[in-house]
């Protein structure tokens, strides 16, 4: 006999029409497991959509799927925190299983959504809340050692981006005009630029490993939009590339989470991703090392990671979350150690680069290598200096970088990326 999901889906956007059609398009098989779908809850019965469904199969009710008991899987991708917290709560709450690509409200409530899952015994499946991982996901939530380090391209907006001004020497707004032209990020691509959509995958992971959902405001949180091509340009002559990047290290009981622009050599993993692009790089704490790469958009992508779940259901599969056994403390980012790029605009004048030394010096900051282009006539007499440092703690950099700011020898104030080696 074969294994049936009776499902009830909430939202028929851009990925819940991705999950329906390829449910029509396999018969309403997933592996070995037929599919019923029986309810699809949407704010408009009547809106013309990219796939046809008969009208009963339409609800503008979220209670005729949630009271029905026929109904035993709920897929949610209608977005936004609100409703869908309270959405998934209640059907937890009956005893049904849900998956879901929410990764804002994964990122919000996590820990309370896992807990309801839980104590009712039910399935909750978020492999489509980070497309880049989703293949690591239950080894992520099963695995006995702890992570040490992840590092992860998790925004295929940003690395669009990121890589179209490389290769086309444009400036970010031009390029974020033929994303949005593309469909690659949202009418307000905020959450993407910006790093927040990047930080809530970042979070779920570490709840899934750890056990532990940091406070979105607890972590530092920088997107790509004050990057300029000159930056691409010189990372790219300094052998790196630029690409967001999500970092966690554990050490102890101690965590360092981050999201925020980086420079990776250009040979290692992470930087050669292009396009859409997305990918994970792993190590646990016994030296284990693992990988994935991944499209980081589209419907079909994320419905693909939606139906892998519910085959998990069928085969009745649990995803564990577990608390974890020690607290952790979450560091500081004064306290984080890295290499940093530095990028200033100077006095085209003698003594200038010694003067930035020396202030530099003072916060026991050493530079590894230094570019100095030619005059800027735009902006009379002054030249970019580029620098990249040797191993400093951050808090020392950020106090150097006040100080410069005030010599009256530059002119703006310095550009800061941090560079990171990456796992491969």
Do not use: W
Request: contains cysteine; charged residues 30%; proline residues 4%.
């Amino acid at each position: 006999m074969k294994k049936k999901v009776h499902l009830g889906i909430f939202g028929l956007g851009t990925v819940g029409t991705g999950v329906v059609e390829l449910l029509l398009k396999r018969k309403q098989m997933v592996g070995d497991c037929q599919v019923v779908l029986e309810k699809v809850a949407v704010r408009q019965k009547r809106k013309k959509r990219a796939v046809s469904l008969p009208s009963s199969l339409l609800t503008t009710s979220p209670e005729d799927i949630l009271r029905d008991p026929k109904i035993d899987t709920v897929i949610e991708v209608m977005g936004g925190v609100n409703p869908a917290r309270e959405i998934i709560l209640e059907a937890l709450r009956r005893r049904k299983n849900v998956v879901t690509a929410n990764k804002a409200l994964l990122a919000r409530a996590g820990s309370e959504i896992f807990k309801e899952a839980m104590e009712n015994d039910c399935y909750l499946g978020v492999r489509a809340s980070n497309i880049a991982s989703y293949r690591l996901i239950e080894s992520l939530s099963f695995s006995p050692s702890r992570i040490s380090k992840l590092v992860g391209v998790f925004n295929g907006t940003c690395n669009y981006i990121l890589t179209e001004m490389e290769r086309k020497e444009e400036d970010f707004s031009t390029v974020l005009g033929r994303a949005q032209k593309m469909g690659y990020t949202e009418r307000d691509p905020s959450d993407d630029v910006d790093g927040y959509d990047t930080a809530h995958k970042l979070i779920v992971l570490l709840g899934l490993s750890l056990g532990y959902f940091p406070p979105l405001g607890s972590i530092l949180v920088e997107g790509i939009r004050n990057i300029s091509p000159l930056d691409v340009i010189f990372a790219r002559e300094l052998g790196y590339r630029i690409k967001l990047l999500a970092i966690a290290k554990t050490q102890g009981n101690d965590l360092e989470a981050r999201v925020h622009p980086a420079l990776l050599p250009r040979d290692r993993g992470l930087a050669r991703l292009e396009g859409i692009e997305n990918g994970i790089e792993l190590r646990d704490e016994v030296g284990l090392e693992i990988g994935m790469q991944a499209p980081g958009a589209g419907k079909y992508p994320t419905a693909t990671a939606i139906l892998e779940d519910l085959i998990c259901v069928a085969r009745g599969r649990k995803l564990a979350f577990l608390s974890d056994k020690k607290k952790l403390s979450l560091r500081g980012m004064g306290g984080i150690v890295t290499q940093y790029y530095l990028r200033l605009s100077a006095l085209d004048e003698a003594g200038v680069l010694g003067k930035i030394s020396c202030v530099l010096g003072e916060h026991g900051i050493s530079i590894k290598s230094v570019l100095q282009k030619g005059r800027d006539e735009k902006k009379r007499k002054s030249v970019p200096l580029i620098m990249l440092t040797h191993e400093a703690r951050e808090e020392n950099l950020q106090k150097a970088l006040k100080r410069i700011e005030e010599l009256p020898v530059v002119r703006e104030k310095p550009v800061l990326m941090r560079v990171e080696e990456g796992i491969f």
